[in-house]
């Protein structure tokens, strides 16, 4: 969706509020597919800083279905989203502002989807857990060590020392 911030651009100190739908209904990234399972309106406040240029303030929360990153569970991730830019309109626009992302600008107008979208890559967390002391899955048989304990052999024997377990593998003397 696109709202027309025109006449906040031109409008010395006009400010605008502005509650927007989202129409967005998962998030796509290189990291994975993630469906948004509740969302709020997004709730913009455009103001007018200068000739130009307004600043763009908001909210929005969003709640997505993950999977943790150890145990492979589902996990309901929320976001809350808060949010403060400024944005220029196109005749004002300067070259150092052009290289600044501003992919969310078309024309006089903010694209709401892309905005956000920039907004939750800004945000997503690096690992997503379903609890602090998640156990994660057996490497061998696959069992959620959360649920229960598997009671597979994990020991990993140091590298360093396989010579010496080929000779005691072996049955030889020392």
């Known amino acids: 969706m696109l709202?027309?911030?025109?006449?906040?651009?031109?409008?010395?100190?006009k400010q605008v509020r502005e509650s927007v739908d989202l129409e967005m209904a998962s998030f796509d990234s290189r990291m994975g597919s993630y469906e948004i399972i509740e969302k709020s309106?997004?709730?913009?406040?455009?103001?007018?800083?200068e000739d130009g240029k307004a600043r763009v303030e908001g909210t929005v929360k969003l709640?997505?279905?993950v999977e943790c990153a150890r145990c492979l569970a589902e996990v309901p991730l929320t976001m809350e989203l808060d949010f403060?830019?400024?944005?220029?309109?196109?005749?004002?626009?300067?070259?150092e502002e052009e290289t600044d992302d501003l992919s969310f600008m078309e024309g006089y107008q903010l694209n709401v989807e892309t905005f956000v979208y920039n907004e939750i890559i800004g945000n997503w967390p690096a690992k997503i857990l379903c609890k602090e002391d998640c156990k994660g899955i057996c490497?061998?048989?696959?069992?959620?060590?959360?649920?229960?304990?598997?009671?597979c052999d994990?020991?990993?024997?140091?590298?360093?020392?396989?010579a010496?377990?080929?000779i005691f593998n072996a049955?030889?003397?020392?």
């Not at 959620?144 to 598997?150: A, G, T, V, W």
């Not at 049955?171 to 020392?174: N, Y």
Request: hydrophobic share 30%.
């Open 139 to 151: 490497p061998k048989c696959g069992q959620n060590l959360n649920i229960k304990d598997c009671g």
């Open 3 to 13: 709202v027309n911030l025109s006449d906040v651009l031109t409008s010395e100190g």
């Open 164 to 166: 010496i377990q080929d």
């Open 154 to 162: 994990t020991f990993v024997p140091d590298p360093r020392m396989a």
């Open 41 to 49: 309106p997004v709730e913009f406040t455009f103001t007018n800083v």
């Open 171 to 174: 049955g030889k003397e020392v």
């Open 63 to 65: 709640k997505f279905k």
């Open 84 to 95: 403060d830019r400024i944005v220029t309109s196109p005749d004002v626009t300067t070259e």
